[in-house]
């Protein structure tokens, strides 16, 4: 429909959406044509290498040790990933002078510690630390830290969309009053600022290994209105409300996003099983179709061998993992825990980088061994699962 400028030029609508038309989209209206690309440069190559030889066995991977540097782009530090997903932490010290669009991702970003705001043509999100912030691909946006340390970021990039589970869902989409978080939890978009502005804009769209180098000639964020159901938004990890049991509840209570081939589950301060011959530490268990990952960003959990804030475990599918020694006859009687940790579970196998090798704790395949535990007193959060 015709909605015109001040000046009496037309708005230009832009559809922004997923799977043809049959997706989620929104509509914006920008002043000048999102279409107008002043040249095009040479693309920088953007993919992953991976350097895993294939060998199964449990990883600790000492996240937390790895500098800070570079952009948003070029300061992630690819760690896991395969055709579905990839894992990355950035801690980004230089300021993107690009807008950024992923035309194959969307993008969860864990804030590990840090704040600031994603900006993008539908508005601003702030964010802070324990927040995920889900940018849907295509949607063009840049990223600004406030001053400070550089912040720490856990990078998960799903090839297609990432969407809250269905089973939490009714028909019509709407959040189930059993679903442990609610609409209200989710921070949309803000504060609409209208660039209306001509020069050289640069946006590099990630696609097929490359980011690609659009100048534009007008600012990406030109939009004076929009409405629709895609767009990014943050919503925090504290809001997460934990369902407990009287006996051991299994971690899909712990999910809040899926996604092609894999899932996000957020593990939070939550009182243990209270059946009085409840053992609140979880059976050894080999999930055999699962990959799965533990990110530890904060809690008692340093009570395990090795683990410390900033830590990755995975245990690959097609091998037993459990409590450490000691800690399932520790657990009893234990009324809560302070833990909080991301895990990502990929139904199909994890390789790993050059830079998880570097990092990897190579002892902690063989840390269930008793003799390494002491008299197994310690109650270890991370050892429960
Ligand atoms: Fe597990």
Redesign the pocket.
């Given at each position: 429909m015709q909605f015109r400028r001040p000046d009496g030029a037309l708005y230009t609508e832009e559809v922004v959406g997923a799977e043809g038309f049959s997706g989620i989209s929104s509509i914006c209206y920008h002043i000048h044509p999102p279409t107008l690309v002043e040249r095009i440069e040479e693309p920088i190559p953007y993919g992953v290498e991976y350097a895993d030889e294939d060998f199964l066995r449990h990883r600790h991977l000492r996240g937390f040790q790895i500098e800070p540097g570079g952009d948003w782009l070029s300061g992630r530090r690819y760690v896991m990933g395969n055709a579905d997903v990839r894992l990355a932490i950035a801690r980004p010290t230089q300021a993107m002078d690009y807008f950024y669009r992923n035309a194959t991702c969307d993008e969860l970003v864990f804030v590990h510690e840090g704040e600031g705001r994603l900006e993008s043509l539908l508005g601003t999100v702030e964010f802070t630390q324990g927040d995920y912030v889900h940018v849907p691909r295509t949607v063009t946006h840049r990223w600004v830290f406030n001053d400070g340390r550089p912040p720490r970021l856990l990078v998960i990039e799903a090839q297609l969309e990432i969407r809250f589970p269905k089973r939490y869902r009714n028909a019509f989409g709407q959040l189930l009053e059993h679903s442990p978080f609610h609409e209200r939890d989710i921070r949309p978009p803000a504060d609409l600022v209208t660039h209306d502005e001509e020069g050289e804009f640069e946006i590099r769209i990630a696609k097929h290994g490359y980011l690609h180098r659009y100048i534009m000639r007008y600012h990406p964020f030109d939009v004076v209105g929009w409405d629709g159901y895609m767009y990014p938004y943050a919503i925090s990890i504290h809001d997460f409300e934990p369902i407990t049991g009287r006996i051991h509840q299994p971690p899909p209570v712990h999910q809040m996003f899926e996604a092609h081939n894999f899932v996000v589950c957020s593990f939070v301060p939550r009182l243990f099983d209270y059946h009085p011959d409840a053992i609140p530490a979880p059976y050894n268990?080999s999930n055999i179709d699962s990959d799965?990952v533990l990110f530890y960003a904060e809690g008692d959990f340093m009570s395990r061998r090795g683990i410390d804030r900033g830590s990755f475990t995975l245990?690959p599918g097609g091998i037993p993992?459990g409590p450490h020694p000691g800690t399932t006859e520790a657990s009893i009687g234990k009324k809560e825990t302070r833990e909080l940790a991301v895990m990502v579970d990929t139904f199909r196998p994890l390789k790993l980088t050059q830079i998880a090798l570097e990092i990897d704790d190579a002892d902690y395949a063989y840390s269930w061994k008793p003799e390494l535990h002491g008299n197994g007193t310690e109650v270890s959060e991370a050892g429960r699962?």
């Open positions: 268990h799965e245990h993992h699962r």
